[in-house]
Each structure stands twice: as structure tokens, then as C-alpha cells.
């Protein structure tokens, strides 16, 4: 299996678990006060829903969908939007890791490397538009 498949499995998986989100965001929240202050004043429960659909779009992006979406995130999180520090996205990726490993159960490394493998190129072109 390839790993955009893989990872697409892993992740109906994990949002079959009712608290993926929840458990994301408690991660990512708690790993630095920076990102916690970003949030204050965010509409959680449709952050959830917008962050699903976020996620989605890597996943197609690595599978060969057009780069329209995640230029628009790029764009959203640039310097000039809400000025997303590119640094952050590694608190972002180990927040989702852990959470994938406590809501997939099925998950083994191979899963673990191939999220790491497709998210990182979808990551790298929002990056790019800091
Ligand atoms: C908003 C996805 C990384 C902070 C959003 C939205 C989406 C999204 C879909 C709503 C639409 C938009 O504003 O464009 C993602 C994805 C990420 C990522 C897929 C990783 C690849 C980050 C990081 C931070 C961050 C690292 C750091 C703090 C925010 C904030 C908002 C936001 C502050 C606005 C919240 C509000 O409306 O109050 N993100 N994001 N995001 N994101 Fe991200």
C-alpha cells in the first residue's frame, strides 16, 4: 500500500474516534503558551471542523490534487495574514502524531513514517508562502 493510502486509512480511523479533534488541539495548545495565545479567542468547535477538512486537503494534495487549497492556507497563514512562524508547524506535526497514536489503534510505524512522508510536502508548500 502507498503511504497517501495508508495514511488515508489511518486517518478515517482516527476520526471515527469522536475526540481526534479534542485531543488535537488539547496537544497542540498545551505545547507552547505562543500557540495557546493564538487561539483565545477562536471558535473551537468550528476550528475542529475547518482543521478536518485542512487535514483532508494534505492528504489529497500528496495523492495529486490541484495546490489550490493549500495556497489559499499558505496565503490564510502567511506573514501578511495571521503570521504563522514556519517553526510552529513542527509543534503542529508532533501534536497530530501523538494524537493519531492515541486514537488509531491499528497504527504501526509504517503508518507513523508514512503520515510524516505525505504531510510534509503538503506542510512545506504552506511553509513556502511565509
Ligand atoms: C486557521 C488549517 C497550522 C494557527 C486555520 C484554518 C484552517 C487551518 C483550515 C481556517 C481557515 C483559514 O484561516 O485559512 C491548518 C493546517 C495547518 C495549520 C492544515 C498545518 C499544516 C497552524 C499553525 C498555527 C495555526 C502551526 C499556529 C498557531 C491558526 C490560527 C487560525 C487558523 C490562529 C485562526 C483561528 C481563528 O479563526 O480564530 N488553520 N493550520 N495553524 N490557524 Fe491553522
Not at 15 to 44: G, Q
Not at 81 to 99: K, M, S, T, V
Amino acid at each position: 500500500m502507498n503511504a497517501a493510502s495508508r495514511v488515508m486509512q489511518s486517518y478515517g480511523r482516527c476520526c471515527a474516534s469522536t475526540s481526534f479533534f479534542d485531543t488535537f488541539y488539547e496537544n497542540f495548545l498545551a505545547s507552547s503558551p505562543a500557540i495557546r495565545d493564538r487561539f483565545v479567542n477562536t471558535d473551537m468547535i468550528a476550528q475542529k471542523q475547518l482543521l478536518r477538512a485542512g487535514i483532508l486537503n494534505l492528504v489529497l494534495f500528496a495523492r495529486g490534487m490541484s495546490d489550490s487549497k493549500l495556497r489559499a492556507l499558505g496565503e490564510s497563514h502567511s506573514r501578511a495574514g495571521l503570521n504563522i512562524r514556519p517553526e510552529l508547524y513542527d509543534l503542529w506535526f508532533e501534536a497530530l502524531i501523538r494524537a493519531v497514536k492515541s486514537h488509531d489503534s491499528n497504527a504501526n510505524d509504517e503508518d507513523i513514517s508514512a503520515w510524516r512522508e505525505v504531510l510534509s510536502k503538503g506542510i512545506g508548500l504552506i511553509k513556502s508562502y511565509y
